[in-house]
């Protein structure tokens, strides 16, 4: 699914702006994140560490966000009978997702914003650790740290392990 959202991506942004902002948007993009940011730096040509930068700070700027805001922003759209029911869907998706956080704290959120999976990432990591109550001073560098782990994940699979070497 990310690799279909990336290509839709690529095709409706490609020669309109330039192709490091192209990677930037998506890596911000919640469920594509930088998985599909990686992705697509691979399919645009752009060369390895640059895509690897912009990649993870497209992917972290819209952490602090979420960790400050969500709760506010949930809590106004659940007073709208047109959005309560999609809040609630997410929120309950997000805390059936955050098992290995409450069991494991911040080694679980660390594995869980880590690993490369659909429904795993800084977005859903910073959902979680907000509705949990976990403090940004504690939580905002797990998901940074899980956030380059992943990074260095999809670069190995997206650019090939031979081109993390330089080889």
Do not use: H
């Amino acid at each position: 699914m990310t690799e279909a959202i990336t290509d839709y991506l690529v095709g409706v942004f490609q020669g309109s702006i330039p192709k490091e902002l192209i990677i930037f948007i998506i890596s911000m993009l919640p469920i594509v994140e930088l998985r599909g940011g990686m992705i697509a730096a691979k399919l645009l040509g752009i060369e390895l560490t640059k895509a690897f930068v912009i990649c993870y700070l497209g992917n972290i700027l819209p952490i602090p966000f979420i960790l400050l805001f969500i709760r506010k922003i949930f809590k106004f759209l659940k007073r709208f009978k047109a959005t309560r029911g999609m809040i609630e869907k997410l929120e309950i998706r997000s805390m059936r997702k955050s098992e290995k956080v409450k069991r494991w704290r911040n080694w679980g959120l660390l594995a869980f914003v880590a690993i490369p999976l659909p429904g795993t990432g800084g977005w859903t990591g910073a959902l979680i650790a907000a509705l949990l109550d976990i403090r940004i001073r504690t939580s905002f560098p797990i998901i940074a740290l899980g956030v380059l782990i992943a990074n260095l994940i999809m670069a190995a699979f997206s650019y090939g392990f031979l081109g993390i070497l330089g080889v």
